[in-house]
Nanobody, 124 residues
Framework: QVQLIESGGGVVQAGGSLRLSCAAS????????VAWFRQLPGKEREFVAV????????YYSGSVKGRFTISRDDAENTVSLQMNSLKPEDTAVYFC?????????????????WGQGTQVTVSS
């Protein structure tokens, strides 16, 4: 099994940037499709971005497209989410998720492995 640990969350002013990292242990992350989701208290997890295994196809939600970039660093065994032009509505707990079978998906229930989450707070 793969274990996922997110880092890089914090507090930033609107218009600022943060870079989240999802580090893996136990398996090589390049053989997994990896996605980022976010969640507010009492709400369902919302898809943010995904990068597929093998082809590195990338897909973004409409609310973050053009502002966020998902990428892999195979040498570090990580997947990152670069978040620019942050807005207060981006405030949430961000989770990375991985699956060895999916090509790509924006449905949280299709991912088998999850990190513990990292808080992102964007102040206005």
């Amino acid at each position: 099994q793969v274990q996922l640990i997110e880092s890089g969350g914090g507090v930033v002013q609107a218009g600022g940037s943060l870079r989240l990292s999802c580090a893996a242990s136990g398996r090589t992350l390049s053989s997994y499709t990896v996605a980022w989701f976010r969640q507010l208290p009492g709400k369902e997890r919302e898809f943010v971005a995904v990068i597929s295994q093998n082809t590195n196809y990338r897909y973004y939600s409409g609310s973050v497209k053009g502002r966020f970039t998902i990428s892999r660093d195979d040498a570090e065994n990580t997947v990152s989410l670069q978040m620019n032009s942050l807005k207060p509505e981006d405030t949430a707990v961000y989770f990375c998720a991985a699956d060895p079978i999916l090509l790509y998906s924006d449905h949280s229930n299709e991912y088998d492995f999850w990190g513990q989450g990292t808080q992102v707070t964007v102040s206005s």
